[in-house]
């Protein structure tokens, strides 16, 4: 634990560090603006882990300055990293000319061209990034705080009874309910819900982070969710960082039923939960055998699994349709290729290891409160009998 503390750290200072040489130390002639701009960068370089440590609990007011300088700075380095390679040709070009320069004798006066040259240089790099990583952040916030969209799709299911075709499956994932949610966020999604008139409810994981005693009063709307066959939970991997016992309880009492490595029967429609796979190491560990095996193979099954990736497991008991959420569709693009890493399905349809996933983009937001190319989803499944 101590060397990854120690690594982000190192991995904090090294951006900041970074960020400083190329906003304020290369635009800035020395002097008292360059000394300011660096007292600014170890100061932001403070607020990163401070934010990361204090925002649960101890000093929730970082919550906002910390996660909104956390989706900033991500933005600069996306923007200024790419513009290394033009700077690079650029001061390659003006050196080649500076010796052309030296070599007939008008070596000074090029020389403070070139300091003039790459003053204007820096600048405009520096005001680029810093209003393209401003104008992407700005717009992330936006889409992050508006009301999530309805997302339809229509999946077609060999073994569903007729009298269940068109059968509306609501998916909601990645609520996290915590400290930059405000009293109406899980409101506004119960209410998005209710209007499509759903058949079943599926809440698959990460709806909070943090206590029951800290935002078990946030949560109180999901007792006002409607649909016919129910509202079902299964837990995420936060849920694990926030207790996961007392809110299983807690949703329970809301009138969401939690399903624990188990399934029920609807109209000839098996809904199998498993446990997150992260409760493993918390003595919760998923049970696809539990959940999936002994069954009527007769009858579809749709699965609720928080992460995309639990599809490998659940493929040997021939899953129907898996629903999961956890990848938030990257959240903030270009970071969905880092997530295409770690998870098989990163947003929408796909198929693993045989087993159709539909992943939702989530309706919260974890860290920052910003999504870019990603916007907060509620997912409507319409099973079709074929």
């Known amino acids: 634990m101590l060397a990854l503390l120690g690594l982000i750290l190192v991995v904090v200072g090294l951006v900041h560090f970074y960020l400083w040489k190329r906003l304020v130390r290369d635009p800035l002639r020395p002097g008292w603006a360059r000394r300011v701009g660096g007292v600014v960068a170890v100061g932001l370089a403070v607020l990163v882990p401070a934010t990361l440590i204090g925002a649960r609990g101890y000093a929730e007011w970082l919550a906002w300055p910390g996660y909104l300088w956390l989706a900033l700075m991500f933005y600069l380095l996306v923007t200024l990293i790419p513009l290394e390679i033009p700077r690079a040709a650029i001061l390659l070009l003006w050196r080649t000319r500076r010796r052309t320069a030296e070599k007939v004798g008008n070596d000074q006066s090029e020389a403070d061209g070139g300091v003039e040259r790459r003053l204007v240089l820096a600048r405009g790099i520096a005001i680029f990034a810093g209003l393209t990583a401003a104008g992407v952040t700005g717009y992330g916030v936006k889409t992050a705080l508006g009301p999530p969209q309805i997302n339809r799709w229509a999946m ?6 007729r009298g269940m075709d068109g059968t509306r499956l609501v998916v909601v994932s990645d609520i996290h309910l915590g400290p930059l949610a405000g009293t109406h966020h899980v409101g506004r999604i119960v209410d998005l819900i209710n209007s499509v008139k ?22 109180t709307p999901l007792a006002d969710i409607e649909s016919r066959y129910g509202a079902y939970f299964v837990t995420g991997n936060h849920e694990y960082y926030s207790g996961y016992a007392p809110w299983v309880e807690e949703v329970a009492q809301l009138g969401v039923r939690p399903l624990r490595n188990e399934r029920v029967e609807i109209n000839g ?3 199998a939960g498993v446990n997150d796979l992260g409760g493993t190491q918390y003595g919760d560990a998923p049970d696809f055998a539990k959940a999936l095996g002994d069954r009527d193979t007769t009858r579809p099954v749709v699965l609720m699994a928080h992460q995309p990736v639990a599809a490998r497991q659940a493929a040997p008991f021939g899953v129907d349709l898996q629903v999961s959420g956890h990848t938030h569709g990257g959240q903030m693009a270009p970071f969905n290729l880092v997530v295409g890493l770690q998870q098989p399905v990163v947003s929408g349809y796909g198929d693993v290891d045989g087993v159709p996933v539909f992943v939702t983009n989530g309706a919260g937001t974890w860290g920052p409160p910003v999504r870019v190319g990603a916007p907060p989803q509620v997912t409507v499944i319409e099973l079709r009998a074929v």
């Open 156 to 161: 077609p299911m060999r073994k569903l009874p």
């Open 198 to 219: 759903a058949d079943m409810v599926c809440v698959v994981g990460d709806l909070v982070d943090g206590t029951v005693a800290e935002l078990g009063r946030f949560a």
């Open 269 to 271: 429609l098996d809904l």
